[in-house]
């Protein structure tokens, strides 16, 4: 029974958040017992942008539509306009996409374990942690040239090659990888104030997750064994043998643990990927224009299932290309693991690390905006035509 | 987690003192890609460098040799892409990152 | 002429001027013992090793824009930080810092000094509440309610020793060579004391009020420029305080430490003393700080009374036995 209750939001700027969101939070004292949600804050047209720019230029693009998962976009989209060309590129090329891609799983889990930390005030895990993926970030820069935008993918293949002196710092970074990570598990596991938080906190069911059609780690930490790598396998991941972790306690914990795992899984795939690497070439050349055509390709990006679309009409640039992100998959679970029902109750206190447990990457998901006055206290939504002609009026 | 955190107190710290004192210690791999370095020798004006560049930092000029680029380095993300499409190898990614200028001007590569 | 002498020793040593130092410089070792412990530094740029970042921090707040938002309570809104400083400062000088008793002493001001403490989260409260912002709120409603969970074993722990030393003067406790022992039935009240001084101070485990991630800034959201100077001098001086009443309560205080010197030579090895002392309490309030994640409002109310109350009470009965 609620004797007064006040709206707290969370969002558009809070610390909580690293990106702006709106989470308007209905609470009776510490209680939360509703939730509205608002996107759209992130929104930067990158989908129209990419209609008005050549397939080489668009590599670049996709790649920055997000910082953290942006080996995730480029693989999507260069193995989306192979797709429309219909053209194979070399065995070489694929294995050296799956380790550039765990690679940056690993990063990207490992940057999401040290934010988790900090949302929960242990902050020193979050120093150890992100002081550890500083090993994992030089590794990516000799093998790419920078450390967050990769640019390694590239239509037909990759655009840079190995070494052996490459391979083995590779090979010594894992083994580091390997045992700060499982460190991390053990203190995780044994630290009982960390344990408090994360417990029976963020709770979606199992048959929650299948119903809001969760993506990534979120619902592989609700039982549900779903994976892009293992349904649709793309790249090399038919050759490369890994384990698909998932955990059925459908709470924050469960999640931390699937992250870890799986980062010591993508350490494994790294190695074994360079141990048999096929030799050969990285890149084979593409012709520039795609025939018209549509194609989709769908990756297990660390955050869950990315699916790009392309139409293409014959020229050198596409007609229509749309990402769906996985944020956007995952935010209908977060309202549904924020909201107390029955004998589940959310706090104030869990907000943030419920948040942050599905890993949201909100600059991925924004590609809708939804227009509010509240002066009239009206909603509506525009497409573009309608955009341009209001901003064409004065 | 407490022999962890006490066993720290005598390790070194994992801060780089980078600008002021430990330069050296900055990783910087062989292929980093920084600033752009154009060798107009090598340049026979094909132009394919500015129809790669996604940002339009490449911007065709001409001088009296023919068509040639100009790097607008303030708008470049240095992707590599001018460098892998030139078919002359005229322009090179280095190794320089410390790119901050007071002055545009300084941010062009002839 | 003592009246003037008086008044100098308030406000220059070992009072105001000298504890607000003390203060800054406690701030800049906590920073950085915390980061050393985090495979980091501290503060490296302002002053050698840093040791001028809190000073700075302090001009710097003090000279930015100071903002008050139009729905709160004006005149209250203002005047809680002063409380807040005033209250602190007042405590300071119940602790012996320059000899074996504070510029204050009397029968019963170990009472007065625990008392200062909860004045001081209910002024904390009634700041968060007069800003009339979402986020105020909850961080002031938290802190009343930490307030509940840290202040009963706090009080008994603090009365233990008192019972121990069978006076209520913080004098004679620290005087006395009964509170020297560590060992003992003292050493869980030295526990239950610093847990309960973490909750006080509002740090991890215990920075439930001012939560970054989850309420912004807790009670302190809404406060900037001077007022938030005031409150943050607040913090460091309390650090201060609780630190000093350790060392007076378990640790012996800064009691007179050699016979028959010159008295300026016993006031400066009596403060060296006390800077030993609390530099040493110190450094055990930061290592918990880096030890754990912050708990929840009401796993701390929980923990509180499932395990510290019956601790302290514990304790009363293991002196009351062995004195």
Known sequence: MAFSTFEVPVGPQHPALKEPENFTFTVDGEHVVGVKLRIGYNHRGIEKAAESRTYIQNLYLMERICGICSVAHTTTYAQNVEYALGKEIPRRAEYYRVIIYELNRIHSHLLWLGVAGHEIGFDTLFMYVWRDRERVMDILEMLTGNRVTYAINTIGGVRRDITPEMADKVRKSMDLVEQRVTYYKKAAAAEPTLLTRVKGVGILRTEDARRLCAVGPTTRASGVKFDVRAEDPYAAYDEVPFNLVSYDLCDV?????????????????????????????????????VPPGESVSRTEAPRGEVIHYLRANGTDKPERYKVRSPTLGNLPSVCEMLTSKGDYVVRIADIPIALASIDPCFSCTDRAAHFVDPSRGKEWSWTFEQIRKYARKD | MFGEVSRHLLRKRATILYPFKERELVPLPKGYRGKISFNRDLCVGC???????????????????????????????????????????????????????????????? | MSVFLDILSILLFPGFAFVIVLALIYEWIDRKFYAKLQNRMGPTYTGPAGVL?????????????????????????????????????????????????????????????????TLLAIVLFLSGLFSVNRFSIIGAERAVLQLLGYEIPLMLAVLGVALGAGSLTLAEIAGSTKAWYLFGPQVIGFAIYIVAAQAELERVPFDIPEAEQEIVAGWQTEYSGRKLALFRLTRDVELVY??????????????????????WMQTLLSTLLFVVKTVIILLILSTIRALFARLRIDQMVDFSWKYLVPISLLQMVLVRLVI
């Open chain 1, 253 to 289: 914990l469960s999640r931390i643990l699937v992250r870890v795992d799986e980062t010591l899984e993508s350490a494994r795939i790294v190695k074994y990927c360079l141990d048999h690497m096929p030799s050969g070439p990285v890149r084979v050349k593409l012709p520039r224009t």
């Open chain 2, 47 to 110: 132009t394919l460098c500015a129809k790669d560049c996604p940002s339009n930092a490449c911007e065709i000029t001409k001088d009296e040799r023919g068509n040639r680029p100009v790097f607008h380095l303030d708008r470049c993300c240095f992707c590599g892409q001018c460098e892998e499409t030139c078919p002359r190898r005229a322009i090179t990614l280095t190794t320089e990152f410390e790119l901050a200028a007071y002055d545009r001007s300084a941010l062009v590569v002839r």
């Open chain 3, 53 to 117: 970042q809190p000073f700075a921090d302090l001009i710097k707040l003090l000279a930015k824009e100071d903002i008050t938002p139009m729905a709160a309570d004006r005149p209250f809104f203002s005047i809680t930080p002063v409380v807040a400083l005033a209250l602190m400062l007042t405590g300071v000088l119940i602790i012996p810092i320059g000899g074996a008793s504070g510029l204050l002493s009397f029968h019963g001001d170990v009472i007065v000094a625990v008392a200062l403490m």
């Open chain 3, 242 to 263: 609780i630190s000093g009443l350790a060392a007076a309560l378990f640790l012996g205080g800064a009691g007179p430490v050699l016979e028959g010197i010159h008295p």
